[in-house]
C-alpha cells in the first residue's frame, strides 16, 4: 500500500506533461492525442465531451444557468476531477495542481452544471443531445447571427391584416386589406379615398344579411373584423351614404315624442335634458308603446305593450301595465344589435312595412332566436332604433358625433365641399373693378343677368353662322347636362327612389332627380321631409324659342336642371324645405 503512493503520483506527472501542452495547441496536436488515449482512456473520452458539449449546449446553459449557482458549482467540478486520482480524500492532490491547471481543470463545469439541472427536472438527456444531428448549423454558428430577430417577429394580433370585400350599390366591390384594430370610421375614410368621394362625415358601412333580409349601419366606434366574425358566408358589407346616422343630437325633439318616453327622474323637458338623461348612465329613461312581436318559433303576430329599459326590452302581460310581475324579458341589449327589415311583408308576414328586428350576436342563419318587431309607422320605428342605440353605446355615439365636427374646425374653409355649378349662375357678380363683388340690389341684379342673357345668345348666334354649332348650344345643353350630377339618377321607379331615400336616412332635404315614367320630357324630384317623402313634376315650358324647366307651372323657369337644383339649395319656393342632402350612388 506505501508502494501505490509513488506508483501513482508518477504516473500522474508523466499525465500532466502532455496534458498541460496539449490544452493551449487545441486539437492540432493528433501525437499528443493518440499517447493520451494509450495512458488514459477515460480521460481523453472525457475531455472529447467536453469540446462536443460546449458547442451544442453553450447556449442551453448562457440560458438556463443562474448567478447564484456558479460559485458551488466550480468547487464540485475541481473535486469531481480529483476523485478518480486518489483513492483518499481530494485535499492530497489539490496542491499538486499549479494555478493554471485549475482554471483549465474547472472547464467541465458546464456539463455539471446541466447534469445538475437535468437531474432536477427529467426533460433532457446530456448523454442524447452530442448524438442528433443539426439539420441547420448555420443557424447556431458562433460567427452568424439568426436569421429571426426578435423584433422581427409579430409582437401581437393588433399587427395581424384581413382583406374585407365591401360593395357599393350598384352592385361593384372592391377587396381592401385591413388591420384587424381597424374601425368602421377608418374602413369609410379609406373607401372615400380610393372612390375620389367627398367626405362629409355621411358614409357608413353597413352590414347586409340577404337570408335573413336584415341590415344595419355599424357604429363608428365597431372593429369591422370583430363584426364580420359574426356574420355568415352570404352576409357582406356595403358601403353607402347615412345622413339620419347623428341627426337625432340635432332634433331629438322630432325622434322623441313624448308619449314614448318615460323618466325615472324628473326632467324639464328640454332637448338638452333629453339627450343628457339617454346620455347618463345614472338616470333610467325608457321607451313605451305598442308594437306588433312575432312569437318564436310560430307565423302568428301579437300586439304587445312594451317598454325599452337598459337593462332589455320587456312586454308587459298584463295590458299596460308595467309592473315588475307582469313585464316579461323579449330581448337583451348586451349582445344583441338591432336591425331594419328589409322586407317584412313578404319575407316575414309582418303587418306593416315599418320592421325592425333584434339580432343576438350568436346568430347566424337562423331566424328561430331573431326577435321580430314592427312599428305602425316610420316615426315610431325610428324612435325605437334610435333609444336602442343610445341606451346601449350612451356616450360613445356623442364622441362619434363630435369628432367630425372638431376635425371640420381645424380644416380650412375651402375645403368643404362646394355646390355644382351651373353655366347660368345664381350669383350676380360685378366685375367692372379691380376686384368683384355680389351684387345684393335685386333690381341692379336682374339688369345684370339681363345683359349677360343678351352677350350669350349674341356669341351662340354668332357661332351657328361661322357653321361651327357649339358643343354646348342651349338646345342640347339643358337636356345632357344634369346627366353628371350626383344627384341624377336616371330611369328608375317611384319605389326604387323611395327605397335609396329610405336607405340613405329619412332626414329633412334629402333629394334626388330621376326621369319621369308618365312624360318623357319631364323630371321628378323625390324629396324627404319630416319622414314621409314626396314627389314633385318638373315640366318643360318654352319661351322665345327657348326651353326652361319649371316647379310651378311655369312661374320660376330655370334653363337647366342644374340652375334649378341650386336654386331650392338656397331658397325653399314651392318646396315644404330647401334640398339639403343629395342622394349619391359611388362605383368603388
Known amino acids: 500500500m506505501q508502494a501505490a503512493g509513488p506508483l501513482f503520483r508518477s504516473k500522474d506527472k508523466v499525465e500532466q506533461t502532455p496534458r498541460s501542452q496539449q490544452d493551449p495547441a487545441g486539437p492540432g496536436l493528433p501525437a499528443q492525442s493518440d499517447r493520451l488515449a494509450n495512458h488514459q482512456e477515460d480521460d481523453v473520452d472525457l475531455e472529447a465531451l467536453v469540446n462536443d458539449m460546449n458547442a451544442s449546449l453553450e447556449s442551453l446553459y448562457s440560458a438556463c444557468s443562474m448567478q447564484s449557482d456558479t460559485v458551488p458549482l466550480l468547487q464540485n467540478g475541481q473535486h469531481a476531477r480529483s476523485q478518480p486520482r486518489a483513492s483518499g480524500p481530494p485535499r ?52 452568424s447571427p439568426p436569421v ?55 358614409w357608413t358601412l353597413v352590414e347586409h344579411h340577404p337570408h335573413l333580409g336584415l341590415e344595419r349601419c355599424l357604429e363608428d366606434h365597431e372593429l369591422v373584423v370583430q363584426v364580420e366574425s359574426t356574420m355568415a358566408s352570404e352576409s357582406k358589407f356595403l358601403f353607402r351614404k347615412n345622413y339620419a346616422k347623428y341627426e337625432f343630437f340635432k332634433n331629438p325633439m322630432n325622434f322623441f315624442p313624448e308619449q314614448m318616453v318615460t323618466w325615472c327622474q324628473q326632467s324639464n323637458g328640454s332637448q338638452t335634458q333629453l339627450l343628457q338623461n339617454f346620455l347618463n348612465s ?73 320592421g325592425l328586428c333584434i339580432k343576438p350576436n350568436k346568430v347566424r342563419n337562423e331566424t328561430k332566436e331573431l326577435r321580430l318587431l314592427c312599428a305602425e309607422d316610420e316615426q315610431t320605428r325610428t324612435c325605437w332604433m334610435t333609444a336602442f342605440r343610445l341606451l346601449k353605446y350612451g356616450m360613445l355615439l356623442y364622441q362619434n358625433y363630435r369628432i367630425p365636427q372638431q376635425r371640420k374646425a381645424l380644416l380650412s374653409p375651402f375645403s368643404t365641399p362646394v355646390r355644382s355649378v351651373s353655366e347660368n349662375s345664381l350669383v350676380a357678380m360685378d366685375f367692372s373693378g379691380q376686384t368683384g363683388r355680389v351684387i345684393e340690389n335685386p333690381a341692379e341684379a336682374q339688369s345684370a343677368a339681363l345683359e349677360e342673357g343678351h352677350a350669350w345668345r349674341k356669341r351662340s348666334t354668332r357661332m351657328n353662322i361661322l357653321g361651327s354649332q357649339s358643343p354646348l348650344h342651349p338646345s342640347t345643353l ?61 315640366l318643360p315650358c318654352e319661351d322665345d324659342g327657348q326651353t326652361f324647366f319649371s316647379l310651378d307651372d311655369g312661374n320660376t323657369k330655370f334653363s337647366d336642371l342644374i340652375q334649378l337644383v341650386d336654386f331650392y339649395q338656397l331658397n325653399k319656393g314651392v318646396l315644404p324645405c330647401k334640398l339639403k342632402h343629395h342622394c349619391i350612388r359611388v362605383a368603388l
Open 92 to 143: 492530497s492532490v489539490q496542491p499538486q495542481v499549479s494555478p493554471r491547471q485549475r482554471v483549465q481543470r474547472s472547464q467541465p463545469v458546464h456539463i455539471l452544471a446541466v447534469r445538475r439541472l437535468q437531474e432536477e427536472d427529467q426533460q433532457f438527456r446530456t448523454s442524447s443531445l452530442p448524438a442528433i444531428p443539426n439539420p441547420f448549423p448555420e443557424l447556431c454558428g458562433p460567427g
Open 148 to 202: 429571426l430577430t426578435p423584433g422581427s417577429l409579430p409582437p401581437s394580433q393588433a399587427a395581424a391584416k384581413q382583406d374585407v370585400k365591401v360593395f357599393s350599390e350598384d352592385g361593384t366591390s372592391k377587396v381592401v386589406e385591413i388591420l384587424a384594430d381597424m374601425t368602421a370610421r377608418d374602413l369609410c375614410q379609406l373607401l372615400v379615398y380610393k372612390s375620389h368621394c367627398v367626405d362629409d362625415n355621411s
Open 282 to 354: 345614472s338616470s333610467c329613461p325608457e321607451i313605451q308603446g305598442f308594437l306588433h312581436v312575432k312569437e318564436l318559433g310560430k307565423k302568428s303576430w301579437k300586439k304587445l305593450y312594451v317598454c325599452l329599459r337598459r337593462s332589455g326590452l320587456y312586454c308587459s302581460t298584463k295590458g299596460t301595465s308595467k309592473e315588475p310581475r307582469h313585464l316579461q324579458l323579449l330581448a337583451d341589449l348586451e349582445d344583441s344589435n338591432i336591425f331594419s327589415l328589409i322586407a317584412g311583408r313578404k319575407q316575414y308576414n309582418a303587418p306593416t312595412d315599418h
Open 478 to 538: 339643358s337636356t345632357v347636362i344634369h346627366r353628371t350630377q350626383h344627384w341624377f339618377h336616371g330611369r328608375i321607379s317611384r319605389e326604387e327612389s323611395h327605397r335609396i331615400i329610405k336607405q340613405q336616412g329619412l332626414v329633412d332635404g334629402l333629394f334626388l332627380l330621376r326621369d319621369s315614367q308618365s312624360n318623357p320630357k319631364a323630371f321628378v324630384l323625390t324629396l324627404c321631409h319630416h319622414q314621409k317623402i314626396k314627389n314633385f313634376q318638373i
